[in-house]
């Protein structure tokens, strides 16, 4: 592994990261609509249908010609109704107006609309009060015109996407395909929740970790049985895996350890396209490809595991689906001061929360060692501490990852 590129500062590692993704972008699919939520859009979408399609009324009332409005008070001649639904064919003429409901497309020559509280009816005439003319009107297109974009590939479909897209009357969307992720956990200390412990032995704790955070991304992981710190069988396990997974996520067997036999597998079996990064906690992080898939090998400490997912896991799983709408960056004031000594970025947990003033203030959390998964526990975010010797005062302003 000479010649695998090592050591990298962050930026430079998530750069080759995105690259490699880029080169390995899943392919398009076609899902219904309810089934698109969550997903990365894979197509542009352009209006074919104007919004709202016609004009109409914004509230229940009546509507009217303004022109016929003389005074504080003019009475106008009750001609029918039109509610919510397909248009009926009364045109009310001069003098006249119609009972209106929300939604409803506005009667033929009509152009204003007096609420239905502020009128009153006597004996088939309505009262209607001096109205601005096109009161209460939403006209045609004034949301979208045909032709316009208004959905871009590469973005992510929330609910009002998805939404906007079936009031453009769209049955399905071109998405992309969603990785398929096999999880891994490493190491012979591991033992399953439920069972008892030996001495030297600890829970796995790393496998929910993962599954959980990749099920909050929207994925859906397998977790496959925990592997021994055992070669071969890391290898068979790999192997396996490689030829029928998108992405591989392992955690442990990634440092220096005589048991750590994640970066000789994949230099033996696939390819390597950079191990170690200067981040804190997180160093070890290993990525690379094995037959079809992506490995992304998280070292084995459970706040390395987050930090190391967070970044750089959700980035791979970004690039493979296509999606260019970048997550949004947050950022605080810190509650207290800060200091760090070490070159490598850091990743602190802390508790975000929002001041008086409307201020989003962070308390970095000092238990900083990398196996303390109650502080993380206890965290709602990451604080990003830049790479070099950082000296931040109370108030000063930091990046923030909330969890
Ligand atoms: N000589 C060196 N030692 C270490 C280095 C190094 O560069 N040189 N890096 C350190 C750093 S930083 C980290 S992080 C860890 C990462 O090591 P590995 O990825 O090889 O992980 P393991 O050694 O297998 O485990 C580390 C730690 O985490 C616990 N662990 C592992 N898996 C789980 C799990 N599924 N659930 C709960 N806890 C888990 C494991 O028992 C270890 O305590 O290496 C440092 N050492
Ligand atoms: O940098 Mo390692 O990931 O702390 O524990």
């Known amino acids: 592994m000479t010649d695998v590129p090592t050591g990298l500062l962050f930026d430079d590692a998530m750069t080759l990261l995105q690259g490699i993704a880029a080169q390995h972008r899943l392919e398009a699919e076609t899902l219904a609509l309810g089934r698109c939520h969550g997903r990365v859009l894979a197509q542009d979408i352009d209006a074919s249908l104007a919004l709202p399609p016609f004009d109409n009324s914004a509230m229940d009332g009546f509507a009217f010609r303004h022109a016929d409005l003389a005074g504080t008070e003019t009475q106008l001649r009750l001609a029918g109704e039109q509610f919510a639904g397909p248009a009926n064919d009364v045109a009310p003429g001069p003098g006249e107006c119609m009972r209106i409901t929300t939604g409803a497309p506005m009667p033929p020559g009509t152009d204003t609309v007096a609420i239905k509280e502020n009128c009153r009816v006597e004996n088939g005439v309505v009262v209607v009060p001096?109205?601005?003319?096109?009161?209460?009107?939403?006209?045609?297109?004034?949301?979208?015109?045909?032709?316009?974009?208004?959905?871009?590939?590469?973005?992510?479909?929330?609910?009002?996407?998805?939404?906007?897209?079936?009031?453009?009357?769209?049955?399905?969307?071109?998405?992309?395909?969603?990785?398929?992720?096999?999880?891994?956990?490493?190491?012979?200390?591991?033992?399953?929740?439920?069972?008892?412990?030996?001495?030297?032995?600890?829970?796995?704790?790393?496998?929910?970790?993962?599954?959980?955070?990749?099920?909050?991304?929207?994925?859906?992981?397998?977790?496959?049985?925990?592997?021994?710190?055992?070669?071969?069988?890391?290898?068979?396990?790999?192997?396996?895996?490689?030829?029928?997974?998108?992405?591989?996520?392992?955690?442990?067997?990634?440092?220096?350890?005589e048991k750590d036999h994640l970066p000789g597998v994949l230099a033996q079996f696939g390819s390597t396209h950079f191990w170690k990064v200067k981040m804190k906690p997180g160093m070890p992080l290993l990525f690379g490809t094995l037959d079809q898939a992506r490995v992304l090998a998280l070292p084995g400490n459970p706040v390395s595991v987050l930090a190391t997912y967070l970044t750089f896991g959700r980035a791979l799983i970004d690039g493979l689906q296509g999606r260019s709408e970048p997550r949004p960056t947050w950022r605080a004031q810190l509650a207290a001061p800060l200091e760090k000594a070490h070159p490598r970025r850091e990743f602190l947990r802390g508790r975000l929360f929002g001041g008086s003033n409307g201020v989003l203030h962070v308390e970095a959390d000092a238990a900083t060692g990398s196996h303390r998964l109650r502080a993380a526990a206890e965290a709602n975010a990451l604080v990003v501490v830049p790479e070099g010797p950082q000296r931040y005062a109370a108030g000063e302003v930091v990046e923030v990852i909330p969890l």
């Not at 969603?178 to 412990?197: I, R, S, W, Y």
């Open 130 to 257: 001096d109205t601005r003319a096109a009161a209460n009107v939403r006209h045609a297109g004034e949301d979208v015109r045909v032709g316009d974009r208004v959905l871009q590939a590469g973005t992510v479909l929330t609910a009002t996407r998805v939404s906007l897209a079936a009031s453009l009357g769209l049955a399905s969307l071109r998405v992309a395909r969603k990785p398929t992720v096999a999880v891994f956990t490493t190491g012979d200390e591991l033992v399953e929740p439920g069972m008892a412990l030996a001495p030297g032995q600890i829970y796995d704790s790393n496998r929910e970790l993962l599954m959980g955070l990749l099920r909050a991304d929207g994925l859906e992981p397998t977790a496959w049985p925990r592997l021994p710190d055992d070669p071969k069988q890391v290898e068979i396990a790999l192997r396996d895996a490689g030829c029928a997974f998108d992405l591989i996520v392992t955690a442990g067997g990634v440092s220096a350890g």
